[in-house]
């Protein structure tokens, strides 16, 4: 269990408590699978990282027009260790498997999830930028 509960919070980072939360809301036993069989067993095996893992799960689910799961699959590659150029790379073959439409979904849920995150940052930056400011005394 401890193996998978870190490789979920690996790819999850502070979401991960939250989202045990809603399968063992869903059952019981489906928190209990995620964590001991999927990221336990699957995710955790040796002889591929997870950084890899995380690219082949975004493959994956790049064609089949799920972007909820895209967008957790897309930042887990990334705090796995994948570049933005790998993940776009990734995204970008997408037609290759699955065709134009799905290449263009993907795109679109790549696209806008770069746009939030941008967004993000710069919403934070702004707010440290306020509180710096309101910190200082006057000259």
């Known amino acids: 269990m401890q193996d998978g509960a870190r490789t979920l919070e690996a790819v999850y980072g502070n979401v991960a408590p939250k ?3 809603n399968f063992k809301n869903m059952h019981p036993l489906l928190e ?3 964590v001991e069989h999927i ?3 699957v995710l955790s095996r040796p002889l591929v990282g997870l950084r890899m893992r995380e690219l082949c799960t975004l493959s994956i689910l790049a064609g089949q027009n799920v972007p909820l799961q895209m967008v957790s699959h897309l930042r887990g590659s990334m705090r796995c260790g994948a570049t933005r150029e790998e993940t776009d790379t990734v995204v970008e ?3 290759l498997s699955w065709g134009d439409e799905a290449l263009a979904q993907a795109r679109t849920v790549r696209d806008d999830t770069w746009a939030k995150e941008k967004r993000d ?3 934070k930056a702004a707010a440290a930028a306020a509180a ?3 910190r200082r ?3």
Request: proline share 10%; glycine share 10%; hydrophobic share 30%.
């Open 132 to 134: 710096t400011s309101r």
């Open 121 to 123: 940052k710069e919403k």
């Open 32 to 34: 209990l699978i995620m």
């Open 137 to 139: 005394p006057p000259a």
């Open 39 to 41: 990221y336990g067993r």
């Open 19 to 21: 989202l045990r939360a």
């Open 93 to 95: 073959q997408t037609g």
